[in-house]
Nanobody
Framework: QVQLVESGGGLVQAGGSLRLSCAAS????????MGWFRQAPGKEREFVAA????????AYADSVKGRFTISRDNAKNTSYLQMMSLKPEDTAVYYC???????????????????WGQGTQVTVSS
């Protein structure tokens, strides 16, 4: 069983930056694709970014492309989401997730992920 723990959330002004971390334990981190999702109040959980198990392929939602960067450090069993030029509409609880299937292209759909963290709140003030 894989456990995922997010950290790095907080309150930031519009235009600012944050880096989220997702520490994994209980499995072979290098075998999992990693994804980041977010959920704002009253809205469904949505895809933000994903990185393949090899780290060679990334995918982003159009709303964050060019502002957010996903990465992974397999030696540290950690995935990161660097968020820049933050906007008030980026306010949400951010979740990391792990996909145990070695897909060539990382998945964007929540049902395709097997393990989830508890989430970390990101609030962007205007």
């Amino acid at each position: 069983q894989v456990q995922l723990v997010e950290s790095g959330g907080g309150l930031v002004q519009a235009g600012g930056s944050l880096r989220l971390s997702c520490a994994a334990s209980g499995g072979t981190f290098g075998n999992y694709a990693m994804g980041w999702f977010r959920q704002a109040p009253g809205k469904e959980r949505e895809f933000v970014a994903a990185i393949s198990w090899s780290g060679g392929i990334t995918a982003y939602a159009d709303s964050v492309k060019g502002r957010f960067t996903i990465s992974r450090d397999n030696a540290k069993n950690t995935s990161y989401l660097q968020m820049m030029s933050l906007k008030p509409e980026d306010t949400a609880v951010y979740y990391c997730a792990a996909d145990k299937n070695k897909r060539f292209i990382p998945a964007r759909s929540t049902p395709l992920y097997d393990y989830w963290g508890q989430g970390t709140q990101v609030t962007v003030s205007s």
